[in-house]
């Protein structure tokens, strides 16, 4: 069965680094979506991705956040300066093309933990 | 603004028990519901579906129920087994998903289910 995969499962990094955690969405899906799940806390939407370009984005998603779709099958995440509180589980997640999109379920990748040190 | 609440928060039963979990919401206007199934640091299995015109949906021993006015989900467990043991959540998308919305989910915190031999 198809499924998202997400890279790396887990990085350790320094406070002030760039991180960028790698995605690779279910081939004919359309919509991308980035969601972080912070330990004990809900999941939370980030981002979401269509026709190269951010659709719509969260509070959370400030300037220190980017995406990019920069091959045609990748789909990034990226963190430019790296804070204590962005420590957490980032998810990636892709929608399928079912008639309309609107109607059909969210698929997600394994997640990537994030530790910033 | 969405809230998503689960109850309980923990449930412990024992092997064979048929159990419900409950997830309410405060907008009733969304155009459908999603159960999840989490393990310990692990990715977000989708369970089930519901679009917002249907009322249940049925997968093996799970069977989710809708009622959209009242703003409430409940995910029906049946014959629970130990290896239903993970989190549980439900997770809401906006009817107002005029292309900018996909797949943009609000998340309960989740029932943490143990199911003992």
């Known amino acids: 069965e198809p499924e998202v995969t997400q890279t790396p499962s887990h990085q350790v990094t320094q406070m002030g680094q760039e991180v960028i955690l790698r995605c690779v969405p279910i081939?004919?899906?359309?919509?991308f979506y980035w969601y972080r799940q912070i330990l004990g806390q809900k999941v939370e939407f980030l981002v979401s991705f269509y026709n190269n370009e951010i659709s719509e984005k969260s509070e959370i998603f400030d300037d220190q956040f980017s995406v990019e779709r920069p091959d045609g099958s990748n789909f990034t995440l990226k963190i430019r300066s790296t804070k204590l509180e962005d420590s957490a589980m980032y998810f990636c997640?892709?929608?399928?093309?079912?008639?309309?999109?609107?109607?059909?379920?969210?698929?997600f990748g394994e997640g990537s933990r994030l530790t910033v040190l | 603004k969405q809230e998503v609440t689960q109850i309980p928060a923990a449930l412990s039963v024992p092997e064979g028990e048929n159990l419900v979990l409950n997830c309410s919401f405060t907008?009733?206007?969304?155009?459908?519901l999603q159960w999840f199934r989490q393990d310990p640091g692990k990715g977000l299995t989708s369970l089930l579906l519901?679009?917002?015109?249907?009322r249940e949906q049925t997968s093996g021993r799970l069977n989710a129920s809708l009622d959209k006015s009242s703003g409430r989900s409940t995910l029906y467990i049946a014959a629970s087994q130990p290896g239903d043991s993970a989190t549980y959540l439900c997770a809401v998308k906006p009817t107002n998903a005029g292309g900018t919305s996909y797949g943009k989910l609000t998340f309960g915190q989740g029932t943490i289910l143990t199911v003992h031999p």
């Open positions: 081939s004919n899906h359309l919509y």
């Open positions: 907008d009733s206007a969304i155009y459908n």
């Open positions: 519901i679009q917002s015109s249907q």
């Open positions: 997640a892709s929608i399928p093309v079912e008639g309309s999109v609107i109607a059909g379920e969210l698929f």
